[in-house]
């Protein structure tokens, strides 16, 4: 069965670095996504992509997050400065069956440790 | 103010039992989804059921969907320890597929 695979599994990394998290969706979906979910709290929206363009960001998705797709099978995410606050696990979705924001398909996700 | 909000937040119940969670939402949707997480592991979608459906099937899962309460409610039936899990429910917002809190599920052997 197809899946969303995501790299690395895990992140550790500086306050004030610059981290790049990495996906690949499924091969012939057309929507991709990016969500993050701090310990112990809800599944957060950051940004949506279709056709090589942001579709819907949220208000977490400043200027210091940035989505790229650089080729045709990968997905990545780029933190340029991260903070403390950016430690959580993303997630990469993507769906391509019809309409966006259906049936999504998530990925095992990066746990990214700010320290 | 949340789109999605399921009830309660944590159940426990024991193997061979039913559980029932339920998911209140705001605005008005075209559909709403169900979702499960495992501890620490990506969102897998379960259902979907649109604006104009009342009640939906799935293997064990059992969706109802009441647009003038704003309300969905899911079934597991015969659960299984497997099943323990988070449960959301999903909704689109302003162009955003949006997670609630989650049902926290303990299936006991």
């Known amino acids: 069965e197809p899946e969303v695979t995501q790299t690395p599994s895990h992140q550790v990394t500086q306050m004030g670095q610059e981290v790049i998290l990495r996906c690949v969706p499924i091969s012939n979906h057309l929507y991709f996504y990016w969500y993050r979910q701090i310990l112990g709290q809800k599944v957060e929206f950051l940004v949506s992509?279709?056709?090589?363009?942001?579709?819907?960001k949220s208000e977490i998705f400043d200027d210091q997050f940035s989505v790229e797709r650089p080729d045709g099978s990968n997905f990545t995410l780029k933190i340029r400065s991260t903070k403390l606050e950016d430690s959580a696990m993303y997630f990469c979705a993507s769906t391509g069956d019809g309409e966006p924001n259906e049936k999504l398909f998530f990925g095992s996700g990066t746990q990214l440790s700010v320290l | 103010s949340q789109q999605g909000e399921e009830d309660p937040q944590a159940l426990s119940i024991q193997e061979g039992e039913n559980a029932t969670m339920n998911c209140s939402y705001k605005t008005s949707i075209n559909n709403l989804q169900w979702y499960r997480q495992n501890s620490g592991r990506g969102l897998v979608h379960l259902i979907l059921?649109?604006?104009?459906?009342r009640e939906k099937h799935s293997g064990r899962l059992r969706v109802t969907l009441d647009t003038s309460k704003k309300s969905s409610s899911l079934l597991i039936t015969a659960s299984r320890a497997a099943d323990t899990a988070s449960y959301f429910c999903?909704?689109?917002?302003?162009?955003?597929?949006?997670f609630g809190q989650g049902t926290e599920l303990s299936v006991k052997p």
């Open positions: 999903a909704t689109v917002l302003r162009g955003k597929l949006i």
């Open positions: 059921i649109r604006s104009n459906e």
């Open positions: 992509f279709y056709n090589n363009e942001i579709s819907e």
